[in-house]
């Protein structure tokens, strides 16, 4: 086996070799049930362990929902006390399935629905410039930016300004939108550049202004509570932050041209938002693009939410026609100038493509969001499934990689193949 590691490489001790004994698993059916056989089951699992072995990950968790139920819900690891640095000790805090996460950008996935809720409820026109709603983001090409393209990564406003690159901002929405307000842009629909923080404050402020309520509040009543959720918060509150999984630099070094994109779209070095992600400063803001903290299942419960056409358990969260619009494609396959990567995005998801995609070979017809890094939600109709990985090694190249899509396609050829007889 090729060993993808350069001189400088961070990984994990992996002190129990059969993973046994750092391994929690909460609630899951029989599979059998639901026509998932043990021995897919196993596969999909010994997957999941298999991206854990690749030494990047101090803490993971997974889960898996196929046809409405839960069949895999487990987590690897040490969610605090190990690092690369720092084996196993008396100190380290086990991984469990109940263990709150940051989803980074896959946050955007939350703040879109939201946003599509509003729509849905008449508060905005989604095809209707964000001025209309947010006076003060006008002029400097931003005039005719419509809150779809905000949504679907084509505001022309990927990025703070150069200057913006400090920590406080984050902490002060007034000061964020602000500085997102004045800055000057390119004018809406152009070019498709991903939006890694800015268009989230943007769609938070509008639902400020329309409801006359925060985003947090707006969260809870609109998701959070009809499903069920523990955390699925923006920030995260002191009585939580002792569960909550710290986040490690790991894997190969972030070099150029790599290292340069990434701050590009962060406005910090990588090595800066992973420290930054561990800090009070982080967990008491609302970044409605990138601190949503949540469980693997209850990421996989969203997409499942979505899935049935925004109908969880007696409730119907959001209207059909809400989820079909969120789930459209806008444009088709495009190279993201922030990226670096073509990418197929909806009015807020990440989609997958054919035939293979973010979401593993034969995902067209897949929906999700991607987070910094390797953080996956997502649903797949054509496979009657809803999942999310969530990892705590911050890494982006390197062998983990192959592990990730080996997940990916046995996920999709398990769930996938029982209508060929595999």
Not at 87 to 107: K, W
Not at 128 to 137: E, G, K, M
Not at 274 to 300: C, H, K, R, W
Request: glycine fraction near 12%; proline fraction near 6%.
């Amino acid at each position: 086996m090729v060993d993808w590691a350069l001189p400088g490489t961070r990984r994990i001790a992996i002190t129990d070799p059969d993973l046994a004994g750092i391994t929690d698993t909460g609630a899951e059916i029989d599979a059998r049930r639901v026509g998932l056989s043990p021995r897919r089951v196993n596969r999909i699992w010994q997957a999941v362990e298999d991206v854990y072995r690749s030494r990047v990950h101090p803490g993971l968790s997974f889960c898996l929902r196929y046809r409405g139920e839960t069949v895999l819900n487990r987590a690897i690891g040490h969610a605090r006390g190990v690092s690369p640095d720092c084996p196993p000790g008396p100190q380290s805090r086990a991984m469990a399935t109940d263990t709150p996460v940051c989803l980074f950008s896959a946050s955007k996935a939350i703040i879109a629905v939201l946003t599509h809720k509003l729509a849905e409820d008449g508060y905005v026109d989604l095809d209707a410039p964000v001025s209309r709603y947010l006076p003060a983001f006008s002029g400097d090409g931003k005039d005719r930016t419509t809150l779809s393209e905000v949504l679907s990564h084509r505001g022309g406003f990927p990025r703070f300004p150069p200057d913006d690159g400090d920590t406080d901002i984050l902490a002060d929405w007034d000061r964020c939108i602000e500085r997102i307000c004045r800055a000057p842009a390119e004018a809406g629909g152009r070019r498709v550049a991903y939006h890694a923080i800015t268009g989230g404050y943007i769609l938070g402020e509008v639902i400020r202004r329309v409801t006359g309520t925060n985003v947090p509040d707006y969260l809870d009543t609109t998701l959070r509570q009809p499903l069920g959720m523990r955390y699925f918060t923006y920030g995260l509150d002191g009585r939580s932050r002792s569960r909550v999984a710290v986040n490690h630099v790991a894997g190969m070094p972030v070099r150029w041209p790599v290292a340069g994109w990434a701050e590009a779209a962060l406005a910090r070095s990588f090595d800066d938002v992973v420290m930054l992600s561990n800090q009070a400063v982080f967990m008491d803001a609302v970044i409605p693009s990138g601190n949503l903290y949540a469980t693997a299942d209850e990421v996989s419960r969203f997409y499942q939410m979505l899935l049935d056409g925004g109908r969880y358990g007696d409730t119907q969260v959001l209207a059909a026609d809400t989820v079909a619009r969120l789930r459209r494609p806008v444009g088709g396959l495009a190279t993201d100038d922030m990226l670096k990567l073509p990418m197929r995005y909806s009015e807020g998801l990440m989609l997958g493509t054919t035939p293979i995609g973010l979401y593993g070979p034969m995902s067209g017809a897949s929906f999700g969001h991607a987070g910094f890094m390797n953080i996956l939600g997502w649903a797949d109709p054509d496979r009657e499934l809803s999942a999310s990985l969530l990892t705590t090694g911050k890494a982006v190249l390197g062998g983990h990689l192959v592990k990730l899509l080996g997940l990916l396609g046995q996920i999709n050829h398990q769930c996938g193949g029982l209508r060929q007889g595999l």
